[in-house]
């Protein structure tokens, strides 16, 4: 039998001893080494965000997505997958993880994105964007905000693992950590905290010290993670950067001071001013500026309220106001309050408004607004609130008239309003649930005595504004209970200490629970008078007042049938109490702001629409049952798990395959022969799935060696070594020994016998390798994947492949097919 001549299976590359993934660790030591270590600095630096998020809810999605795209690019570069295809991992295993998370619901089997999922994800955005615009530190963890930060961290750990991995510059991962502690360091008064930065800085010097250990720079002293004296030199540098940091920072303005002062919040859309409307005061109530100062003037006795925007909707762990853009109408020359008002007199005023440099998307006006005109732009008002916003404007540079209707209120007025509430939304009615303990225990005692809704209401002020409470803007932040929410009231009303956020919604949940309808009402407390006049048509000289963030406020706003929307207020010693709100068994009357007084707008700080409530996130294993209608979801859904299961399994098919053909025999009967160089290459490859790979210009007698030896220590070592010895032989004898038809060279190996030594060689192998090794061989393996050049490659080759074949037939048959026409035509 005439043998064909085969070259030598093509050499592979070797990892060199020194290089990653080498030496005394094993392959899989560095990646996942290193990729731990950039796991735990991105984690320690997001312990800083506490504080610019508020609570601690966000912290475990952040660690799910950092642990989930870490543990994804250890994993494809364990198997040898090309750097620029483990960063593409990492961004696929952030988008899947990121489903998961956010979109269960919206997606294909829970974690592949759909087009429900986009259309979520922009919901998401939307709302995060709120949120950055509107919001103060800290914001409430909503589900857009949440979203934003876990995909920006993935990013980071995207971007820390290729500066410390392939790009070969792990001292400048530390930028990617750093653009984590800029924002807290720019935005909380603590900046990063003790905590994060340690764990961060600990996280980064164990980067280094992989990178050092692992891999050393070439174009360094020999062996220089290794040398005695790295550490003493490490310690040392250490120390002086800590000595000069220290000294530092006595020199340097720190952000009490200057640019971001107490932690103002940073804004990259604009310096402005505005009024908060998500009443997340935060620390811009810690450091009023005096900025987004409004003017007005006004035909009232004395200076108004003016209200922005109200919430109503008390349930969860932040409030926030409820635009009803469904509801809401376009323009504001008649505007209408929907519900009778029966009182025997009515107080009409006017009032000229500049807003000056105060940007919101909503506009501050005297409630009840009957007619606005003047302004600029399209604006809506909300029939339900009679709150005003812009739909493609906002309040900046804005001058306006506003004609406002109120009752005259008077105490036997209200007190005789009994008849049953009739034409108020389900919303400003329905009590929060979940309401706590204290709040509902508090709400029947001190309104116990009162026997109709305005006698229960002056009972609840008259507790608020009694001697036991007290205002403060540092008691909510020394007690974790600044904001807004159910668990914050229940803090407030067992400390007995806070502003008037807390005194309002304390107000307003009570006042709900004894069934009175009641909302908040954000705004400004009357300003003071600038001492200067303005000349209004048909209203002849007005005088003119002034606010500023130091007079922006909250009040509860209580329903009576028959009057309408009535503000109290229970902030002792902030805004003024109206006369017919006045306990005569209180110390004091009216009382007027001051410089201390509630600033809702962050110093510096733009306002932007605001937040909607949060939604929660999704928790693991909610689920919907939609029925029929979900049958064909379904199908599409196992087809495409089908086919994501073949594509997983497609390189064991393909490597078995390729052994069947190598070793299978030529000839008939129990004398089948299997060509040596075919042999020969299955053992390379069988070595190179489990980690030996072959070198350049290696002989195959120091290949054979190699490998022997890689196997010494093993069980099977004897009958392997044998099994190793006898293919090199016959590989060696049918390459390089006498033409075939000479005495004494074999024509080839037995198939029975070539099948035994390989699968004695793998099974040596295979108790060798290990789990992971185990599973590379047999699920990627690299003998295949290294002659499809990338993962991601071999489909498009294949259909390549597919369309080269299909242009030629389709090419062949066209001319078969002209040629035909021809002879046709020439018979």
Known sequence: ???????????????????????????????????????????????????????????????????????????????????????AGGLVSLAFILTFTFFRHDSIAGFLPSQATFDALGRHLRRASETVLAESSPVAPNAGIVLVTCAALGLVVILVDALALPLGMPATSGLGLLAVLVVPAMIKPQSVGWLGFLVTAAGYLVILACSQWFAPDARTQADTARNPGQISRAALTGAVALVVTLLLQLVVPGFDQGTFPQGSRLNPWGSASGLNPMISLGNSLRTPTGEGRITYATNATTPLYLRSVTVDRFDGESWSPDDRNASRRAGTGRMDAGHEILAPEQIRQVTVVNTGDFTSPYLPVPYAPESVNGLSGRWSWDPATLSIKGTDTN????????????????????????????????????????????????????????????????????????????????????????????????????????????????????????????????????????????????????????????????????????????????????????????????????????????????????????????????????????????????????????????????????????????????????????????????????????????????????FSARLRNSLAAGPLDAGTSQAVAVLTDAYERHQYGRPSGQDSVPAGLLEEAAVEHISQVRRALRHKAGVTGRLRADWL????????????????????????????????????????IRRLRQG
């Open 781 to 820: 393996p690299p003998s295949v994947l290294s002659r499809w050049g990338t993962v991601g490659g071999w489909p498009l080759r294949i259909l390549a492949r597919a369309a080269l074949r299909v242009g030629r037939s389709a090419s062949a048959l066209w001319h078969r097919t002209r040629s035909g």
């Open 395 to 702: 309040s900046r540079e804005q001058q306006y008239l506003v004609q406002s209707s109120v009752p005259k209120l008077t105490t036997e007025l209200l007190d005789a309003s009994s008849a049953p509430v009739r034409g108020v939304p389900e919303e400003f009615i329905r009590p929060p649930s979940n309401v706590p303990d204290i709040v509902r225990t508090t709400a029947e005692s001190v309104s116990a005595n009162g026997r109709t809704a305005y006698a229960k209401a002056m009972a609840i002020q008259r507790f608020l504004r009694g001697p036991d409470f007290t205002y403060s803007l540092e008691s909510p932040v020394q007690g974790g209970y600044d904001g807004n929410g159910l668990s914050v009231l229940a803090d407030f009303l067992t400390q007995k200490s806070g502003y008037c956020i807390h005194f309002a919604s304390a107000m307003a949940v009570m006042a709900r629970l004894e069934g009175i309808p009641s909302r908040i009402a954000v705004g400004y407390a009357p300003g003071r008078l600038t001492g200067a006049t303005v000349s209004v048509a048909g209203q002849g000289t007005l005088p003119e007042y002034e606010v500023d963030a130091r007079d922006a406020h909250a009040w509860p706003e209580l329903y009576f049938q028959g009057l309408g929307w009535v503000p109290f207020e229970p902030t002792p010693s902030r805004g003024v109490v109206p006369a017919y709100a006045q306990d005569s068994s209180a110390s004091g009357g009216a009382s007027t702001n001051d410089q201390n007084n509630d600033g809702l707008v962050p110093s510096g700080g733009a306002t932007a629409p605001s937040a909607p409530a949060p939604e929660p996130l999704p928790l693991p294993g909610a689920g919907t049952a939609d029925g029929g209608s979900q049958a064909m979801p379904a199908l599409y859904t196992a087809a495409g798990l089908l086919l994501l299961v073949l594509l997983a399994a497609s390189p064991r098919l393909v490597r078995g395959g390729l052994r069947s053909r190598r070793l299978r025999g030529t000839g008939s009967g129990r004398n089948r022969l299997a060509e040596p160089p075919l042999v020969w290459s299955e053992l390379q490859d069988t070595a190179m799935d489990y980690g030996v790979r072959p070198r350049p210009s290696e002989t195959p007698r120091t």
């Open 1 to 87: 039998m005439t043998l064909t001549s085969h070259r030598p299976a093509e050499a592979r590359p070797q990892s060199a001893p020194g290089s990653p993934g080498g030496g005394r660790f094993g392959a899989g030591a560095y990646p996942w080494a290193m990729s731990g270590a950039v796991a735990v600095s991105v984690l320690g630096a997001s312990l800083s965000l506490n504080g610019v998020l508020r609570g601690w809810a966000w912290f475990l999605p952040v660690v799910t997505v950092v642990v989930v795209v870490s543990l994804a690019m250890a994993l494809l570069r364990t198997f040898r997958v090309p750097p620029l295809l483990v960063a």
